[in-house]
């Protein structure tokens, strides 16, 4: 670079220009954010000042030393003589006038929003250089054109611009000036943003003539007052026909730039006005324009506009598709590929303030979220399919791009709960993460499922094995739960911490809703009901909780629940190791049906520690044959009575009678055994657990086992081996009695039946009796 | 920890890479580029298109010296590899899966919008931060 020779007033000039430039007080270096201002204010266009920064080696540099900017001011100079760039005009043009500079602090804005907007055609130094300010971009740019039409006379502009000119500078210049930016149209970035609202503000501007003031506090609620003398001026001198080849609303556009034009100066009364503190929120009647473009594009205003269409109507707005993109990302809210109404606007109201320089946010500003309460529609199965993957067991799989066949109306709190929700990701994962349910259901599912293959009832959470009725209570309610208990769990776990996405608690409900739906097709007593679900959903969580504490013996998990053998088939019955003896016990809690409670059977009767129990559950076996009155001649039950006998650790009878005597002489052990075959079959479970598969005998099978039974009962006592045979051979027993009490049980209603018949029969025939 | 997404076949390319630490880098794609492989023989082994969830999961890559890559296969055969160091207290598998899944997730509502297409570098700033945030977990 040749030595730069500077003229006297010239030196004067660019040191007291570096020195504003120098903000740093570094006397060597000028910050680069006042010297592309300062650039900015040279009025040239962006190619020029780029050739200017080439030239005096600022790009080489990185940064403006002094002899850097003092070339870079003579090439300015050079510049706006309309001379050509070149390193050797630097010496050679003589009188050379001074570099004008816009310096008053409007145009700083203005320039600040032209560097913006020429960000995205220059970004080579200058975005480096200078993070637009977003505070800063401010209205001007377009917002302006929001405005309605108050035509103004290019006087008011030629006026505002003439103190734009910098004092050294005669107004014939300025002039000049402009009339190189219209040599360059394509520089015009400036252009663009204007432009850009053209065609969309155009026919609203037309429509709304009057209201210009509606729009004004949005923009200026930006702080530093946004002065668009440099704005409007470059407005009026570019050729509109710049403009019209740019946008099909041709005819508008004069109007448009017009608009502009008067709009930025009506903007400069008003930008010390009120300042509304939500620069995003939408007015009416950009509302109404957006309701209208909607319309072009989706006549039904329930309705969606499909991602391809969008993508057209916003790709004509000329933004980068990277901004575009970015756009759509805050305004889909429900991530569905398709634009509701709201969300429309949202986008469409982004598009805008991008266009008027206005920085994208990185989330959606509250006052454009889309209002699910006032919306007929809210996605909500998206998010369901979404909850579904990250549970991995929920039955949805909608697409994304799938518009949701029925959006649900109202989720009032999720207006709420979406900021929560959007920002809440981590949380949902972290919590199903904790949780870990989904490894603990698995488990579960895995060592339930053979055992109780009748009943589609699979409980994942073991149950404590604690002699309580409030486990019963537990166990019933799990019962319930268990079906959906896999694929919602973890789901109501994670509630409480919004998941992530937004319609968490309404997929809760689907969810909830329909995997109970499908959970229960099999199961017989409990219907999908939602609101059970909820309480077994807080029950369940509650398990969840308390299973990770359940140190107690290895639980297995419960059978089902008594409230199940209403329904119960011969089959379930077999399954359980029950004995009568149990259900007998389970009788007494549910008299007309034969509960198939799961209790330990009677090979509990070897159980070394609760032979007291053995006779507990002997005093209850009892009862049975007491509850088929007058059936004393049932074949197997005599062999019932015959096993039960034999099975009875200390008791030896062969009748009914004696039984019944023995009931009576126990009278105070049908106290007893209420609790204690609860705990009883909760605490030998995990014997019977293993036990489980192996019951499906006949009651063919029975006199066989009897016939084994006598020798049972000896061997208490005797070493392991010899009990567990017993224990074996007993469950064994037990599995068979179960049979045998369901059957009697179907016999006893039988004769129950028979016997009312008879005594109608006998009723009927008394009178004739009497005759 | 580096997570990186792979586009689908044949080209295999890297639609997205983004590493916490930033140093290294180069060996962290190094890394995602071999793996690729042995991505590759996971999914043929696999046989028939298969949706579960859990296929989708591949689970431990391989571990080298210093670190265990973790890899996830989308429907569409985009592939999802994340490095993790081995000196981070070891995450557990259920740990990775729900990384995976998050990312699936956003990488869906990636593709929902209609201005990417696919096949495009990922430059969503929605995305980024996602990504940056569960990475930040992570270490």
């Known amino acids: 670079m040749e030595g730069l020779t500077l003229s006297e007033a010239e030196q004067r000039y660019y040191c007291d220009l570096f020195s504003y430039c120098d903000t740093e007080s ?52 050079v510049a706006q003589s309309g001379l050509p760039l070149r390193v050797e005009s630097l010496n050679t043009v003589k009188d050379l006038p001074l570099p004008r500079f816009v310096v008053s602090k409007n145009e700083q804005e203005s320039r600040h929003t032209a560097l913006y907007s020429s960000d995205a055609d220059n970004p080579a130094s200058y975005s480096g250089v200078i993070p637009p300010p977003p505070g800063r971009i401010q209205v001007k740019k377009g917002s302006v054109s929001h405005d309605a039409v108050q035509q103004r006379t290019s006087t008011d502009q030629q006026e505002s611009t003439s103190p734009v000119v910098s004092p050294q500078q005669s107004p014939p210049t300025s002039p000049h000036t402009w009339r190189k930016h219209s040599r360059h149209p394509s520089g015009g970035n400036n252009e663009r943003p204007l432009a850009g609202p053209g065609p969309f503000w155009a026919p609203f501007s037309e429509a709304q003539p009057g209201s210009s003031t509606s729009s004004d506090p949005i923009w200026s609620g930006h702080s530093p007052p946004p002065h668009q003398e440099n704005w409007v001026s470059f407005a009026d001198t570019p050729p509109t026909s710049a ?133 007929e529609d809210s996605t909500v199965i998206p998010v369901i399919s979404e909850v579904g993957e990250q549970t991995g067991e929920v039955g949805y799989s909608s697409s994304p791009a799938e518009a949701p066949p029925s959006k649900s109306p109202s989720m009032p709190s999720l207006n709420q709960t979406w900021p929560e929700l959007n920002q809440s990701s981590e949380q949902w994962e972290t919590f199903s993460e904790r949780s870990s349910s989904s490894q603990t259901l698995t488990q579960f599912d895995s060592n ?79 219907a999908s009901d939602p609101e059970q679900i909820g309480s077994t959903v807080t029950r369940q ?73 053995a006779e507990g559950l002997i005093a209850h076996t009892s009862t049975s ?45 049908p106290l007893a055994p209420p609790p204690k075959p609860i705990r009883r079959r909760l605490k030998s479970e995990d014997e019977l657990r293993p036990e489980a598969e192996e019951h499906t005998q006949k009651t063919g099978v029975i006199a066989a086992v009897l016939a084994s039974q006598p020798s049972i009962p000896r061997s208490v006592g005797k070493d392991k081996k010899a009990i567990q045979a017993s224990i074996r051979r007993n469950k064994e027993t037990n599995t068979v009695l179960a049979r045998l009490n369901s059957e009697l049980q179907q016999q006893l209603k039988d004769v129950l039946e028979e016997r009312i018949s008879l005594e109608v029969q006998l009723e009927q025939l008394r009178p004739f009796s009497h005759l | 920890v580096l997570v990186s997404i792979i586009s689908s076949p044949p080209q295999n390319y890297p639609l997205y890479i983004r590493s916490v630490p930033t140093e290294n880098e180069l060996k962290f794609h190094y890394t995602v580029h071999t793996s ?82 696919p096949g495009d570098r990922i430059h969503s700033r929605a995305f980024d931060n996602m990504v940056n945030s569960m990475m930040m977990q992570v270490c």
């Not at chain 1, 020029?48 to 850097?68: D, H, K, N, P, W």
């Not at chain 2, 557990?92 to 297409?117: A, G, Q, V, W």
């Open chain 1, 26 to 77: 570094t006397k060597k270096v000028a910050s680069n954010g006042r010297v592309l201002e300062l650039f900015r204010a040279a009025q040239l266009p962006n190619d020029v000042v780029m050739q200017i920064m080439e030239l005096c080696g600022a790009t080489r540099l990185g940064y403006f030393g002094r002899s850097q900017f003092y070339i870079a001011l003579k090439l300015v100079a």
């Open chain 1, 448 to 526: 339930i499922a053979p055992a109780d293959p009748d009943t589609a009832i699979v409980h994942p959470v073991p149950i404590r094995m604690t002699p309580s009725k409030i486990h019963m209570q537990e166990m019933e309610l799990k019962r319930t739960g268990s079906d959906h208990a896999n694929p919602t769990s973890p789901l109501l776990v994670k509630p409480p911490d919004l998941p992530e996405e937004n319609k968490m608690s309404s997929s809760v409900k689907f969810t909830a809703g329909n995997t109970v739906t499908d959970g229960y097709s099999s199961s017989d007593s409990y």
């Open chain 1, 243 to 375: 403009l019209l080849a740019m946008h099909p609303a041709s005819v508008q556009d004069q109007t448009t730039v017009r608009t502009v034009a008067s709009a930025t100066t009506t903007n400069e009364i008003r930008r010390q006005s009120s300042s509304y503190d939500d620069p995003w929120k939408i007015t009416d009647e950009q509302r109404q324009y957006y309701v209208n473009q909607f319309k072009t594009i989706q006549p039904d205003l329930n309705g969606f506009i499909p991602g391809s269409a969008a993508k057209e109507f916003f790709t004509k707005s000329k933004l980068p598709i990277l901004e575009l993109s970015h756009i759509w990302e805050l305004s889909d809210f429900d991530k569905d590929g398709a634009l509701t109404l709201d969300e429309f606007c949202a986008a469409f109201h982004l598009v805008v303030a991008r266009k008027n320089g206005y920085d994208l946010p990185e989330k959606l500003p509250e006052s454009l979220m889309p209002k699910l309460i006032d919306l």
């Open chain 2, 36 to 117: 690729l492989d042995v991505v590759d023989e996971k999914i043929s082994a696999m046989g028939k298109a298969l949706v579960d969830q859990r296929e989708l999961y591949l689970g431990l890559l391989y571990p080298t010296e210093d670190y265990k890559v973790y890899g996830y296969v989308t429907n569409s055969k985009v592939k999802f590899v994340m490095v993790v160091d081995s000196s981070n207290t070891a995450l557990r598998d259920n740990e990775i899966r729900s990384m995976f899944r998050k990312l699936h997730n956003s990488y869906t509502d990636i593709m929902c919008n209609p201005f990417y297409n």
């Open chain 1, 541 to 613: 969580r509650s398990h969840s909780g308390t299973s990770p504490d359940n140190t107690a013996p290895p639980p297995p998990p419960p059978r089902p629940h008594p409230s199940h053998s209403r329904s119960s088939s011969l089959d379930m019955n077999r399954s359980f190791s029950v004995t009568p003896g149990q259900q007998q016990a389970g009788v007494v809690a549910y008299p007309p049906a034969v509960p198939p409670r799961p209790q330990p059977s009677q090979g509990a009767g070897p159980h070394v520690h609760r032979p007291v129990d």
């Open chain 1, 625 to 669: 044959p007491q509850q088929i009155p007058e059936q004393p001649n049932f074949a197997d039950f005599s062999q019932f009575e015959a096993f039960a006998v034999s099975g009875v650790n200390k008791e030896e009878e062969d009748e009914i009678e004696t039984h019944s005597e023995v009931l009576q002489g126990k009278g105070t052990t």
